[in-house]
């Protein structure tokens, strides 16, 4: 079945250090892959996308990601975590079928500690 | 600036009240969407609409109804059958089918958190 799985519900990560989010999908063609960023009590924030081209995108904040093929993977990553960072992150998958929507994955929540 | 609004950002209604959500866009996008957010869980897709008066149903329609009289709004009421309606809600929008790669690039809007007593 096609999905989008963040594997990690939360983690916690030390101000100053590197933070890396996994994000898995299963669909048969390379979809497109969207990264983004919730604070509490608001709306979704886009921070990168991926259509096609360059396997690593720079997004805002700091943030890149990279798609891999092999894996299935679009990881998330910042080399330097800000307090301000502490958000929830949700991956969603564009599979580019006709009709098809956005699906989005559970999402992960960041914690960042002082 | 262009963006998306809802309204109100807080919203009390006593249990059995039919309840509407606005929400607003400047984009000029034809896709919207809505989304419900329970703590701890992701979004879930209530209604989406790719154009003006046309809508269908998501994964949660259930005790909700919409209309898309406008290209710019996307009312959603939250009727008395939706046997659990405190929830956050979230509207996006997006270019839609004539957007190529940027059809399903969603933008949100800050949010409705409804609370029924």
């Known amino acids: 079945a096609q999905s989008v799985t963040q594997p990690d519900i939360h983690i916690t990560v030390s101000e100053g250090a590197s933070l890396e989010l996994r994000c898995n999908y299963s669909y048969g063609a390379t979809p497109y892959l969207f990264w983004y960023v919730q604070s509490p009590g608001q709306g979704l924030q886009l921070l990168l996308k991926?259509?096609?081209?360059?396997?690593l995108v720079q997004g805002i904040k700091g943030f890149e990601a990279e798609f891999k093929r092999s894996q299935s993977s679009f990881n998330l990553r910042k080399p330097s975590v800000h307090w301000s960072d502490a958000a929830e992150y949700f991956c969603a998958v564009d599979p580019k079928a006709a009709g098809n929507k956005l699906t989005f994955g559970g999402g992960t929540r960041v914690l960042v500690k002082p | 600036d262009g963006g998306i609004t809802q309204s109100p950002k807080y919203l009390f209604r006593k249990e059995g009240q039919n309840v509407t959500l606005s929400c607003e866009q400047n984009?000029?996008?034809?896709?919207m969407y809505w989304y419900r957010q329970d703590p701890g869980q992701g979004l879930r897709l209530i209604y989406y609409s790719q154009i003006v008066n046309d809508f269908q149903k998501g994964d949660i329609a259930e005790g909700y109804s919409v209309s898309r009289e406008k290209k710019e709004s996307f009312p959603l009421t939250v009727t008395s059958a939706q046997k659990n309606p405190t929830a956050f809600y979230l509207c996006?929008?997006?270019?839609?089918?004539?957007?190529?790669?940027?059809?399903?690039?969603?933008?949100f809007g800050p949010g409705t958190r409804l609370t029924v007593l």
């Open positions: 991926y259509f096609s081209g360059d396997t």
């Open positions: 996006a929008s997006s270019a839609g089918l004539a957007g190529g790669p940027l059809r399903n690039e969603q933008f």
């Open positions: 984009l000029n996008h034809d896709a």
